[in-house]
């Protein structure tokens, strides 16, 4: 499709791109979050404060290695089963820079797919305004902290990390892209009771997908068949993902597609590093909305 590539071919400029960025200045900091210079930049970051949303605009909102790529291909499954619209080639990631980003997405047609990793504050203020509905994916702790090591060391725009060690030392002070998941968590957590926003994991749409599928469209008023769910469920797995990324994400693809497991981080973490993460649940989610939904005693427990 030709859509995809011209997307693919975004990917490539910014890998490219990346290669001229001196080692000091790959990570660039802003509102005291840290950020990919290869992908985002202060320009676009402003151009955003006075982006123009559309009230059908269908937006994903998740915190890095929860599943947001696999989700946004979903998305663009579900917006074809129901509206016959093929993705456009521009990268669904808000904050993501490229060349005529905004002129493009001005023109694209509704109802279009946006993605964003940013903290609920720093997302543009109009999607609040205009009630565009979010769907908001999180993933247990644990496995996003395993799952984010690896897009570091597999992903060639971002710093690499000799040990998991030193890394889970700046995942849990919130030293790494897009900043703190607790932080995160803790604020989107308040804001779960609006009807514009819908909540789902990533290991409830491991355990039953068509399920998944039929709440997010639903969510957004695009039911399906029961036929239409089987076939965007079929070819919508984790492993078909996957088996199908160097076509969808070229280079990118293993640092975007790994295993998708639910449960890899008990071959990372230390006993020491599962307490520490443990309280830090403790202190930030327990007994809250999302800390039920995320239901850490079962997927974060040895």
Not at 192 to 201: E, K, S
Request: charged share 25%; hydrophobic share 40%.
């Amino acid at each position: 499709m030709a859509d995809m590539t011209q997307f693919l071919q975004e990917i490539t400029k910014a890998i490219e791109n990346s290669k001229n960025i001196p080692k000091d200045e790959v990570i660039f900091t802003y509102n005291g979050v840290l950020y990919p210079t290869a992908v985002c930049d202060m320009v676009t970051f402003k151009a955003l404060e006075t982006f123009e949303t559309r009230e059908d605009d269908v937006m994903l909102a998740a915190y890095p290695k929860c599943g947001s790529n696999w989700t946004t291909m979903l998305l663009h499954s579900i917006v074809h089963a129901v509206h016959n619209k093929h993705p456009s080639a521009i990268i669904p990631m808000i904050e993501f820079k490229s060349t005529d980003k905004f002129e493009k997405l001005k023109a694209d047609s509704s109802p279009r797919v946006l993605a964003t990793h940013f903290h609920y504050e720093d997302i543009p203020k109009s999607f609040f305004e205009k009630k565009v509905k979010i769907l908001v994916m999180f993933r247990n702790p644990k496995d996003t902290a395993v799952s984010l090591f690896h897009f570091y060391n597999n992903n060639p725009i971002l710093p690499t990390y000799n040990s998991f060690d030193t890394f889970f030392s700046d995942f849990m002070s919130g030293k790494v892209v897009w900043g703190s998941y607790f932080d995160h968590a803790v604020v989107w957590n308040k804001h779960l009771d609006t009807d514009t926003l819908l909540l789902m994991t990533f290991e409830d749409m491991k355990e039953d997908l068509e399920g998944a599928i039929k709440k997010i469209s639903d969510f957004f008023s695009m039911p399906l068949t029961e036929e239409q769910v089987k076939g965007i469920a079929d070819k919508g797995t984790f492993k078909s993902m996957k088996d199908n990324s160097k076509n969808t994400h070229g280079e990118m693809s293993s640092a975007i597609f790994r295993k998708g497991e639910v449960g890899d981080w008990k071959n990372y973490f230390s006993e020491a590093q599962s307490q520490e993460m443990d309280a830090e649940f403790e202190k930030t989610l327990a007994g809250t909305k999302l800390g039920d939904v995320l239901k850490y005693n079962i997927y974060c427990k040895w």
